[in-house]
Every structure is written in structure tokens, then in C-alpha cells.
């Protein structure tokens, strides 16, 4: 690998700041994670599974699971920014496939928050009646200001976020089984025959399901800017997938009990939909809470994608004016703000389930990278270090699937 420097190559330049510990990573890979795909992604996966959409959560996280683990091991391997393209470049030693990844990364993250930002500016539209333009400049404008004020405090701001909308998914859990009336699927409807076409319907919704992991990544670009990362990243990246899996299929069980299936299928704010019946109080409580996650998303996204940015610029792979960081703040000025830029663009001019699309199917490209970069990487004589280490079957399985899943995009 190219070795590593600093954005003006002096000493004194300055130099992103550790200040990320376990609880915040996570609950900045959960920020990621558990947001939009969830709150807006349960009609789509109830249209193709029905009662059984459950089982595509959780069929979704044995697929990414694989990914997952190896993202742990490269991520203790080579805890830097820009981590996709530093285990690219580590495993094949081509610094141009090593850019075209870094560049994906960066893109995948800008594309993806393009389209959070669209879908938040809808939810806040409904709230307050302004367009959607001004309130897309607006959310990604105030979201660049908190992403360049620092990592420790733009973290912690998501992480606060995160917790509020951690805490809505488990109100929904709690109103869906407890205080809803049970006007969807009785419990033993859940449960699919071994045998059956309904097992096409729940391949099919396990697809949009993995939407809702995607996001679990991005925890290795902060990698710089994380206390003890050999230890710290594969602990947040499992937690984070355990925490986010348990979520999903709860919040899926209890939807179902609540609502029916055919309400659930045609509906972009299926969540909302348990609280049809309670308090207007309790529905308007929801609603600016599912406001906050997709907002949480575009945040969160924007700092991964600067720091994939700069930790390219910083080896030499893009433009040295990405490495320059701010002596105040200690983040990558240029970078956020281009960054800031280009999701105000995206989201100005092109449609949410384009964005969408573009985002999964990149990132799926990135995971193939990936796992063939860890299985070169194992088969080099590396000197003995300390790091977290998976079987070979493990990111072959990931490659496995995660060619499956791109192709099934592209049908």
C-alpha cells in the first residue's frame, strides 16, 4: 500500500482526531443502517412476501452477515480512511481499480443521502407545507455546517439521532403488539410452509430487505478517527448487525399483527400506519420522528463519503486540494463541502427510486471488490500482527451472494 501522509506534508499539518469509542461507533453504524430503508421499506417487502416479509429481514441478514465479517477483518488489517480502495489496492496492488473503488465509495454514500434527502423533504414537506426544493437545501445545507463542525460532535449529534429513532422503531414494536388493534395476520400466519412458491416471493423481498443493511460499511471509513480500531470496529460492526436485525424482524412481526397485508403493500409511510387508530398526538409524535431518521441518514452518509474523499486525496489518488483539513475543526473542509454539493445537486434533479437503484447496486460492486481483496490478501505471507481473522469460505460465500443479489437488480 501506498504509505500514508499528511495533507501538507509537514509535521505540523493537522490530522483527523481519535475521539470515536465502541458506543459511538456503533451507534454511528446504526445510524446508518437502521434509518430510512426501515421506515419507508416494509410496504415494499409486505407487497413481495407478505405475512412472511419477516423472514426476508432476517434471510437479508445472514447475506450481509458474510460481507460483514469480512469488512471486520480488512477493516483490523488497515484501519484507514478510504478503506474499501486501501484493501484494494492492498490485495491487487492496482492503484487505478484502487481509485475506481474509493470513487464508488464516495459515490455510493452521496447518491444514497441524495436520496434520503428527497424522501426526508417529503415527510417534512407534510409537516410544515413548504416545497420540497427548499426544504432539500435546507436539510443538506445544515447537515454539511454539522458534518464540518467536527467528527466527535457530528457524531455525537447522530448518535443522539440514532438513539431517537432507535427509540421509535421500539414504540412501534411495543403499539403493534400491545396497544394496536390486531387487525392483520393472526400469529400463526407468520410461519411459512417448508415448501411452497411463496418461497419466491420472500427471495424477491429479501432483495429490498438488504437495502435496509446497507449502511453497516461505512463504519470502516471513520476508521482514523476511532480509539483502539483493531478492537473497536469488529465489535461495532457485529453489534451493530445484531442490534439492526432484531429491530427489523420485530418491527416487521408487529406491523403485520396490526395492519393488513393489503393496507401494508400499497403504502410509502407504512409505519405510520399502527398508529392509525391512537391520538393525533401520538401520530404527529411519529411522523416528525420518521423525519429525523431519513434526516440522520444524509448526515451520517455525508461524513463517510468526505472522509473516503480525503483519505484518497491524502495517498495521492485524487486531487490534493481533498486532503486539506481544517486547523479549527480538524475535518476535510474541501471534501465535506463538495460532498455537501454534489448530494444538493443529485437530489435537486434526479428521482428517489433512481438514487435508489444507482446506491444498491454500487455498493453491491464494492462488496465483491472487497471479499476478492481479502482472499488475495490471505494469500500473501503476511507478517504476523495482531488483527481479527475469518475463514476464506467466509468472504466467498460473500462474493457468492453478493454477485446474486446484483444480478437480481439487474433482471
Known amino acids: 500500500m501506498t504509505s500514508q501522509h499528511n495533507n501538507l506534508g509537514t509535521p505540523d499539518a493537522p490530522t ?24 419507508v421499506l416494509i410496504g415494499a417487502t409486505v407487497a413481495e412476501a407478505g405475512a412472511y416479509a419477516w ?40 492503484p487505478v481499480l484502487a481509485s475506481i473503488v474509493g470513487g464508488f465509495v464516495a459515490l455510493s454514500g452521496m447518491v444514497s443521502a441524495s436520496a434520503v434527502a428527497v424522501g426526508a423533504s417529503g415527510y417534512l414537506g407534510g409537516l410544515t407545507g413548504l416545497s420540497s426544493p427548499v426544504l432539500i437545501v435546507a436539510i443538506v445545507g445544515a447537515m454539511g455546517l454539522i458534518a464540518w463542525w467536527g467528527i466527535n460532535q457530528s457524531v455525537k449529534v447522530a448518535a443522539a439521532i440514532t438513539m431517537l429513532e432507535i427509540l421509535g422503531l421500539i414504540f412501534v414494536i411495543t403499539w403493534g403488539f400491545g396497544m394496536s388493534e390486531r387487525a392483520g395476520v393472526s400469529t400463526a400466519e407468520l410461519f411459512p410452509p417448508l415448501q411452497g412458491a411463496h418461497w419466491g416471493g420472500i ?27 483493531r ?90 486540494i481533498f486532503a486539506v483539513l481544517s486547523p479549527r475543526t480538524q475535518t476535510p473542509t474541501v471534501a465535506t463541502a463538495f460532498v455537501a454539493a454534489s448530494i444538493m445537486g443529485l437530489s435537486l ?38 488483527y481479527y481473522r475469518v475463514p476464506v469460505v467466509v468472504p466467498v460465500l460473500g462474493i457468492l451472494t453478493s454477485v446474486a443479489l446484483l444480478l437480481s437488480t439487474m433482471i
Open 203 to 229: 427471495a424477491s423481498a429479501s432483495l429490498l430487505a438488504f437495502f435496509a443493511f446497507i449502511g453497516f460499511e461505512d463504519m470502516v471509513n471513520v476508521a482514523e478517527e476511532v480509539k483502539t480500531p
Open 55 to 94: 423472514v426476508a429481514f432476517l434471510m437479508a441478514a445472514i447475506v450481509v452477515a458474510f460481507t460483514a465479517f469480512s469488512y471486520a477483518e480488512l477493516a483490523t488489517r488497515y484501519p484507514v480512511s478510504a478503506g474499501e480502495a486501501a484493501y484494494v489496492d492492498a490485495g491487487f496492488g492496482w
Open 349 to 386: 434533479f434526479l428521482p428517489i427510486e433512481r438514487l435508489a437503484g444507482w446506491t444498491s447496486q454500487i455498493v453491491l460492486a464494492v462488496f465483491v471488490c472487497v471479499n476478492l481483496s481479502l482472499i488475495a490478501i490471505k494469500r500473501q505471507k503476511a507478517p504476523a500482527t495482531d
Open 231 to 320: 478492537k473497536t470496529i469488529p465489535r461495532a460492526i457485529i453489534y451493530t448487525l445484531i442490534v439492526a436485525t432484531v429491530l427489523y424482524v420485530l418491527v416487521a412481526i408487529s406491523v403485520l399483527l396490526a395492519v393488513p397485508v393489503e393496507t401494508l403493500s400499497g403504502s410509502d409511510e407504512p409505519l405510520t400506519l399502527v398508529f392509525v387508530n391512537a391520538p393525533q398526538a401520538v401520530q404527529t409524535g411519529f411522523a416528525a420522528v420518521a423525519v429525523v431518521a431519513t434526516v440522520n441518514g444524509v448526515l451520517i452518509q455525508m461524513i463517510m463519503a468526505s472522509r473516503v474523499i480525503y483519505g484518497m486525496a491524502q495517498r495521492g489518488r485524487f486531487p490534493s
Open 16 to 39: 483527523l482526531r481519535r475521539t470515536l469509542t465502541l458506543p459511538l461507533l456503533t451507534l454511528y453504524g446504526l445510524g446508518v443502517t437502521v434509518g430510512a430503508g426501515i421506515y
